[in-house]
């Protein structure tokens, strides 16, 4: 078994840990796991679908730390009400003068090479932009990266699963999938991996544990367990992070019950 397939185990075994940040335990995770050892290896980009919350970014740092790629930067670039100044500067073309010679750069291209550029929310971006993008990509990936474009980052591109059917729609998406032709992988919403809720519970009260010391025996009862699990989490693993965090707060750093959880799980307790 090779490097990358001994860190991919690692992270779809039985024990969660805080350094890999998924508890995988459903069916569902196991073969999306499956399917990113494959993809990590490949020099593809790389489309992330899903609802907000469900770990499109720990599952991008993931394909990043597995491929040849680990060694080099990851760099993330947020889309989200990015104005056309910020945009300009990560990824429009900048003429430098240097040792009395013209010198063309690219700022985030040159900071990725090697490595792998995360756009973060991808699907937030005015429609122009988004393709303006992809044409600034390639076209500076041309100009720094001519003798060895193996070294040009590596896109993956984070899409909400509400703006896809939108996204389809548009001229722009139909040329970028043309233009980058990635590979898609759907990652399903927390509330169809419950499995995966416990295992999620533990990684983040460790990651309380180990960052606090008046926590460092932190726990949380059987009943709040099976509270979270009959929960359908519209926020996904990010709410239910959230949840562990607060309670973690009002338990004092003891044993987090059901009437410590946020309020939205508890609408029949009388506050």
């Known amino acids: 078994m090779n490097a990358s397939a001994k860190t ?5 075994g039985q024990k969660p840990t805080v350094e890999n940040g998924f508890g995988t335990g459903s069916l569902l995770m196991k073969d999306i796991f499956t399917k990113v050892e494959t993809i990590s290896r490949l020099e593809k980009h790389v ?11 720990r599952l991008a740092e993931v394909i990043h730390k597995n491929s040849r790629r680990s060694d080099g930067p990851f ?8 104005d056309e100044a910020e945009f300009q500067e990560a990824f429009w073309e ?9 010198q063309i750069k690219y700022d985030l291209l040159e900071k990725t090479g090697g490595g792998t550029l995360y756009l973060d929310q991808f699907s937030e971006l005015p429609d122009d932009l988004m393709l303006n993008l992809v044409h600034s990509y390639l076209r500076g990936c ?18 909400s699963q509400e703006a896809l059917q939108g996204l389809k729609k548009l001229k722009q998406w139909g040329e970028l999938l043309s233009s ?10 927390l509330r169809e991996r419950k499995e ?20 460092s025996h932190l726990q949380m009862s059987e009943a709040a367990i099976n509270e979270c699990m009959k929960y359908t989490w519209p926020g996904n693993i990010r709410q239910l992070k959230n949840a562990v965090l607060q309670g973690a707060i009002l338990s004092q750093g003891e044993v987090i019950e059901v009437h410590h959880m946020p309020f939205s799980m508890n609408w029949k307790l009388p506050y």
Request: aromatic residues 10%; proline residues 7%; negative net charge.
């Open 8 to 12: 991919l185990t690692s992270w779809a």
């Open 75 to 82: 760099h993330t670039f947020y889309c989200i009400d990015v």
């Open 180 to 189: 980058l032709n990635p590979i898609s992988i759907m990652v399903p919403p």
């Open 47 to 57: 489309v992330l679908i899903g609802e907000i919350g469900v770990g499109k970014k």
């Open 196 to 215: 995966d809720i416990p295992r999620f519970i533990e990684i983040f009260l460790d990651e309380v544990r180990q960052s606090d010391p008046d926590r």
């Open 94 to 102: 900048h003429i430098h003068f240097e040792n009395n010679h013209l």
């Open 142 to 159: 041309k100009q720094l990266f001519k003798y060895n474009l193996s070294i040009a980052p590596r896109l993956i591109i984070s899409v």
